[in-house]
């Protein structure tokens, strides 16, 4: 699977939107950007996910450049409890693992 | 509402006793995860199962075993628990398939080994 980086904190003023950037320079074409976050010590929670075409759910949109190289998960108005850590994870489809690396600490602040 | 449940929340117990960790899920679906979280650090995958009396080992090397003998049951065991055991363990389960809608995580159980 195609590693990622990203950041490792950010922070977005409440009401704000919050736009979490993150590289994925090696992802192969079947290779699909799964977005997760984790709110304090708890299992984290499915947010997104997209193979080439923009996504967008209750909860976010996710925007993958073209050349899939990179994407940007972006909460429209961040609210204290979008405080979480963000992972973003290049899963290969057919494989049902997941690699979670650092993330990014995301502080909302009032 | 919690799909998946692991119990117990927290856990205190002594050096050298047996362990179960509990999880089952109502979900039905056929592929779950175990992952071993240090207080914030990474997620590392430690046991997965693809179904019905299948288990492989994680990523991260773990004294701990699992068994899946029903769809919605794959408990986690240390047979003799050690201080270097405590951490938090999350329990997640997924359907699989092309594009599938990802991992649902449980709660977790928090052990404490004195």
């Known amino acids: 699977d195609a590693k990622t980086t990203q950041p490792p904190s950010m922070d977005c003023a409440e009401g704000r939107a919050a736009n979490l950037p993150c590289n994925h320079s090696?992802?192969?074409?079947?290779?699909?950007v799964y977005w997760y976050r984790q709110i304090h010590s708890q299992g984290p929670q499915y947010i997104i996910h997209g193979l080439k075409n923009n996504e967008t759910n209750e909860m976010a949109s996710l925007i993958i450049t073209e050349d899939r190289k990179s994407s940007t998960l972006i909460l429209p108005h961040a609210t204290l409890r979008d405080t979480a850590v963000y992972y973003c994870?290049?899963?290969?489809?057919?494989?049902?693992?997941?690699?979670f690396g650092t993330g990014t600490r995301l502080k909302v602040l009032a | 509402e919690a799909d998946i449940y692991q119990t117990p929340r927290y856990l205190v117990i002594g050096t050298g006793k047996k362990i179960t960790l509990e999880c089952s899920q109502t979900?039905?679906?056929?592929?779950m995860y175990w992952y071993q979280q240090d207080p914030g650090m990474e997620l590392h995958l430690i046991h997965y199962?693809?179904?019905?009396?299948?288990?492989e080992k994680g990523d991260l090397s773990s004294e701990s075993t699992v068994s899946r003998i029903r769809t919605e049951h794959f408990p986690l065991t240390l047979e003799s628990a050690r201080p270097s055991h405590t951490s938090q363990y999350l329990c997640?389960?997924?359907?699989?398939?092309?594009?599938?809608?990802?991992?649902?995580f449980g709660s977790g159980t928090r052990l404490t080994v004195v």
């Open positions: 997640a389960s997924s359907v699989g398939g092309l594009g599938d809608y990802g991992y649902t």
């Open positions: 994870i290049v899963k290969t489809s057919g494989t049902y693992k997941y690699i």
């Open positions: 979900m039905g679906h056929d592929k």
């Open positions: 199962s693809y179904g019905v009396n299948s288990t």
């Open positions: 090696t992802i192969s074409g079947n290779e699909y």
